[in-house]
C-alpha cells in the first residue's frame, strides 16, 4: 500500500488545534492534532449523506427551501443535500475554516462531485453559531455536522450549540414544521432530552459508516411544530 502524502494543514481558529490534509491515489483522509485516528476519510461518508436525506426528507418536492449546513467537511453533506432539494431550492453551508473550502475546491472537491461549483450552493466562511444566533426563521433544514456531535472535540465553542440556549437558537431559526439533523458519532439519550426541552419533536436513527457495515453513527432529528 502506498503512504499518504501530506498535501496541507490549517489552523483551526481559539486553539482548535490543527487539520491535516493527505492523500493517497483517488483516497484522501483529514486528520485533527492530538488526536489518535482520521476524523474523515473519503471513503466512509454514508452517514453523512444519510444525515442529509433524512433531514431533507419532508421537502423534497418543496419549490424555494432553503437548507443549511453546518460544516463543509469533504463535502457529502452538502452534496446529499442538494440531490435532496428541487432546482428552486438554495443550500447555504457555513464553513470556520477557510482552508476546508479551499481543498473541496481543489482535487479533495471531486470526491463528492463538486458540490460548490453547484449554482444553487452558496458559501458562508465563519462560525455557524454567529448565524444562528440571528434568530430568524428563515430555514427549512438545519444539518449540523461541525464535530463529533453533541460531545464535540474538534472545536470547543460548539458546545453552545448542543445547550439549551443553542438548541433554542436553533428551533429559531426554522421556520414552522422545519427539521433540524444532528450527526454524532455516538448515542446520546441526555442530548435527545435537551431537544424536547427546547421545543422540538425527536427522533433517533442509527446509521452505518459506509452501506450496512462499519461503525454506527447516531443522526438525531428535531422537528419544529407548525405553529
Not at 467537511?73 to 447555504?92: C, D, H, I, K, Q
Not at 444553487?120 to 449540523?144: T, Y
Not at 433554542?168 to 450527526?183: D, I, N, Q
Request: glycine residues 12%; hydrophobic residues 40%; proline residues 4%.
Amino acid at each position: 500500500m502506498k503512504p499518504l502524502i501530506k498535501l496541507a494543514i490549517a489552523t483551526i481558529p481559539n486553539d482548535g488545534g490543527e487539520l491535516t490534509l493527505f492523500r493517497r491515489e483517488d483516497e484522501f483522509s483529514i486528520r485533527l492534532s492530538g488526536v489518535r485516528g482520521e476524523l474523515m476519510n473519503s471513503r466512509i461518508y454514508n452517514s453523512e449523506q444519510e444525515l442529509a436525506k433524512l433531514g431533507c426528507a419532508h421537502i423534497k418536492n418543496k419549490n424555494k427551501a432553503e437548507v443549511l449546513v453546518g460544516g463543509l467537511g469533504m463535502g457529502y453533506t452538502l452534496a446529499s443535500a442538494l440531490e435532496s432539494v428541487n432546482a428552486s431550492s438554495r443550500v447555504t453551508v457555513a464553513e470556520l475554516i477557510p482552508e476546508v473550502v479551499e481543498w473541496n475546491q481543489g482535487p479533495l472537491g471531486d470526491c463528492a462531485g463538486k458540490p460548490l461549483a453547484d449554482g444553487r450552493c452558496q458559501v458562508r466562511l465563519g462560525d455557524i453559531a454567529e448565524l444562528i444566533k440571528m434568530r430568524k426563521p428563515n430555514f427549512d433544514a438545519i444539518l449540523l455536522d461541525v464535530d463529533n456531535g453533541p460531545e464535540g472535540i474538534t472545536q470547543g465553542e460548539n458546545n453552545w450549540l448542543y445547550s439549551i440556549g443553542g438548541l433554542g437558537a436553533l428551533y429559531s431559526c426554522l421556520r414552522p414544521g422545519g427539521m433540524l439533523a444532528v450527526w454524532s458519532a455516538t448515542s446520546d439519550s441526555k442530548f435527545a432530552t435537551q431537544l424536547k426541552k427546547a421545543g422540538f419533536s425527536v427522533d433517533v436513527r442509527t446509521v452505518r459508516a459506509r452501506p450496512g457495515k462499519g461503525s454506527r453513527h447516531t443522526i438525531f432529528l428535531g422537528k419544529r411544530s407548525l405553529r
